[in-house]
Each structure stands twice: as structure tokens, then as C-alpha cells.
């Protein structure tokens, strides 16, 4: 039952084609990782802005590709606010995701904060607000 209402939550991407996927990270990647990224986006970008607030506004004082490397550079490096951002995607997983996470946890974490990364970097300009 909550693995359904769990799914149910999740939004759908058209966009995305399984087919094309060459191997189980991959179609891991666009069934479960993308939609849950795309479900979990505000929260993803408010935890973002209270991450810039509490390293006193440094971001603010950048230029845009500044600022990318500084989203890509805080989400690789920090472990605390990667463990917080993986801890988000990761609370939306049913238990069968969560065990096929578990048997390839380095290529999938590796691939779920590629997705962190593009998602924050592309929406630059609401942290610059």
C-alpha cells in the first residue's frame, strides 16, 4: 500500500524512454530517480537557499558560472548537505528501490548527485533572488 501511494506521488516524465536505457543504473536513473528529483524540487531548492543563507550569502556575491561551481562544488564536497539532499530522494523510495539502491550504492549515489547537481545549476537564477 504505501509503496502505491508512494508511486502515485510521483510525477511523469514523457520525456523519458526506458528503451533507450543500457543498463539497470540507467533505467534506475528514469523510473524511480528522475521523478522523484522532479516530485521533490521546491524542497531540493529551499534546503538550497537555507544552505547559501547559513554560509552568510557568499553565493550572492558571485557570477553566474561562480555560482554554478559553487552549487556543484557545495553538493559534491559538503557531506552534510549531500547526505541531506540524498536523504530527501532517498525518504521517497519504495522497498524494492531501496534494496536495488543498496546492491549498487556507489554508481547509483554517483548518478543521483549528477542529477542534484544539473538540477540545482539549472535553476541558478532562484537562488539568486
Known sequence: M?????????PL???II???AVNPAELFQNRTLRPILKLQNDLLDAIFKHYIVKRKNAFHKLNAPKKVAYIE???RRDLKLKNLLVGVITGHFTLEEWTLFIADEG????????LLVQRLTSQVAVFSV
Open 107 to 114: 554508481e547509483l549515489t554517483k548518478r543521483m548527485t549528477n
Open 13 to 15: 516524465i514523457p520525456t
Open 2 to 10: 504505501r509503496d502505491t501511494a508512494i508511486k502515485d506521488l510521483r
Open 73 to 75: 562544488n557545495s553538493i
Open 18 to 20: 526506458d528503451k533507450n
